[in-house]
């Protein structure tokens, strides 16, 4: 079925007659008798008759004016649907990220974004200790931390480098080793010292400047997420690890960070999964180039 036939019939019908369906459709007079012709002959009979100057429908063409109106208000959902997912006035961005980068590098981020474009459905999920539990399926952006492996990432996704941070050795006020003028991870050893869970990337990040170093750290306390670690250190309870964004944000803490090992200090990367162009949608596409520039540049006219 060539859908352009049934539309053809339709504004004829509307209009009254060939001559003025021409000038709608900016086509010949013949062009549009010749479509009228191949629609009366897939159904069978004739669709108009001659009425005076224009046309008026046959039985046939009166049971078939309501689906070609049905076919035209389709085809307007369909053309709307598609306009608005290209100006990002709908869509859903879903995002699934580690405690870190949820709680430190995305909010600003987001709200930014969102106020671009406050049609777009933002879904976050943050906090992920064990990526086994997420259908990856169902998300269409990862952002972890260095060190962590992705198992069962769709074939079609690349996991490349984000942002660049520094993880900072952090002290409670008053701490002995402060009135050191130089600190090494070596005079961390006999201290009690605050470790992320086994999934964090921060925690892999520094077990592996202890091996670098030949140091067996003291596996003290443990607990879930940044902010359990800063209020931990901030209580007294030890010596701990925080990304140089958390301190940035938490100012509140009353801890001292220090850059250990001296002068580097501890980088570290986060990560961004994503799906090929190919199967980006305007809103992923929107998003990334967001990230990218901190604006974004609709090729729509007017926009």
């Given amino acids: 079925m060539d859908t352009e036939l049934l539309l053809t019939f339709l504004i004829v019908a509307k ?85 870190t980068v949820a709680n430190y590098f995305l909010p600003e981020r987001l709200v930014s974004f969102q106020r671009q474009f406050p049609d777009v459905e933002l879904q976050l999920r943050g906090g992920v200790i064990d990526w086994s539990s997420i259908a990856l399926s169902d998300w269409d952006l990862y952002f972890l931390e260095g060190g962590l492996d992705l ?90 690890f925080v990304t140089a964004a958390a301190l940035r944000c938490r100012k509140d803490w009353r801890v001292v960070a220090r850059r250990l090992p001296a002068p580097q200090g501890i980088q570290w990367t986060l990560y961004m999964a994503r799906p090929q162009p190919v199967y980006q949608s305007h809103t992923i596409r929107a998003f990334l180039e967001f990230l990218d520039t901190g604006t974004v540049h609709l090729q729509q006219d007017g926009m």
């Fill in 15 to 99: 209009s009254g007659g060939i001559s003025a369906a021409a000038r709608t459709l900016h086509r010949s007079q013949p062009a549009i008798t010749e479509r009228l012709q191949k629609l009366g002959q897939m159904v069978g009979e004739p669709l108009t008759m001659r009425h005076g100057r224009g046309i008026r429908l046959t039985p046939a063409g009166e049971a078939l004016l309501s689906t070609a109106q049905r076919m035209r208000d389709v085809i307007d959902e369909f053309e709307d649907i598609m306009l608005r997912r290209q100006r990002l006035q709908s869509g859903v961005l879903r995002i699934v990220a580690t405690n």
């Fill in 151 to 240: 198992e069962g990432l769709p074939s079609y996704y690349s996991v490349t480098p984000w942002l660049g941070d520094e993880i900072m050795t952090i002290f409670p006020e008053g701490h002995i080793l402060l009135q050191q003028e130089e600190l090494s991870l070596e005079h961390l050893i006999a201290y009690p010292l605050i470790w992320r869970e086994p999934g964090s990337g921060i925690r892999r990040s520094v077990e592996k400047a202890f091996q670098e170093a030949r140091l067996t750290p003291r596996q003290s306390i443990e607990v879930t997420g940044v902010e359990a670690v800063g209020a931990a250190v901030d209580a007294g309870l030890g010596i701990g």
